[in-house]
């Protein structure tokens, strides 16, 4: 059964500072999912990471993806307010329908960027 | 916009009032998908549809059904509410065009009284 973790579930930092969260998952897979959520909204799709070695980067994220480590890891790089939210990882575990997706999620990680 | 709807944005039922869902799409994906989040919790998927084809969790209820009348539209019905249903139900489409991603609508945030 694949599993996926998150490191840290909860994160405070101040405005200006960097930070890297992880995520690990425990079966093979190729497809991982980066999502933000804020209070009350659905997810927000932030980066999708289709193979080994692939990194994207969108304003203060970048996030890097190592399917041999079974990891995925997301900087944070002079954090602003803006970015206080819940953030998630998700693993594709696949369904044997080509096309569809079991999306298995962490736990999310809540960050809260000070002022 | 190609897009992800989801009807209605909140909704109120009193336990054991069976309550009915709605999600449509514009992107002409043939997959949809269900998910309850409930408060500080990961998305859980409950169901999804393979074109007309269904798929239930093992561990989604039995109180919750689905209905996918056409590619454009699935329904997600249950049938008496409980208190523990009380959540956010976001539904999802993928499909060949988006590269399978997965494409969230805006969530039904349902409150059961």
């Known amino acids: 059964e694949l599993k996926v973790e998150q490191n840290p579930l909860f994160l405070s930092m101040q405005e200006g500072k960097n930070y890297t969260i992880y995520c690990n998952y425990s079966?093979?897979?190729?497809?991982l999912y980066w999502y933000r959520q804020d209070p009350g909204k659905s997810l927000e799709s932030l980066f999708v990471?289709?193979?080994?070695?692939a990194v994207k980067q969108e304003g203060r994220l970048m996030a890097s993806l190592d399917t041999k480590a079974r990891l995925s890891t997301l900087h944070i790089t002079a954090a602003v307010h803006d970015l206080s939210a819940t953030y998630f990882c998700?693993?594709?575990?696949?369904?044997?329908?080509?096309?569809?997706?079991?999306?298995?999620f962490g736990k999310g990680m809540k960050l809260t960027v000070n002022p | 916009d190609a897009m992800v709807i989801q009807n209605p944005r909140y909704q109120v039922t009193q336990f054991g009032k069976p309550v009915t869902l709605s999600c449509s799409q514009t992107?002409?994906?043939?997959?949809m998908y269900w998910y309850q989040q409930k408060s500080s919790q990961a998305p859980k998927l409950l169901f999804h549809?393979?074109?007309?084809?269904?798929?239930n969790e093992a561990d989604t209820p039995d109180n919750f059904q689905s209905r996918r009348p056409n590619t454009s539209f699935c329904f997600l019905d249950i049938r008496s509410p409980g208190l523990g249903d009380t959540a956010m139900y976001l539904c999802?489409?993928?499909?060949?065009?988006?590269?399978?991603?997965?494409?969230f609508g805006p969530g039904t945030r349902l409150t059961v009284t």
């Open positions: 992107l002409n994906h043939n997959v």
């Open positions: 990471l289709l193979s080994n070695g």
């Open positions: 079966t093979t897979s190729d497809r």
């Open positions: 998700a693993v594709d575990g696949s369904y044997s329908q080509g096309g569809s997706e079991k999306l298995v």
């Open positions: 999802a489409t993928s499909g060949w065009t988006g590269g399978y991603e997965q494409y």
């Open positions: 549809y393979y074109d007309k084809d269904f798929n």
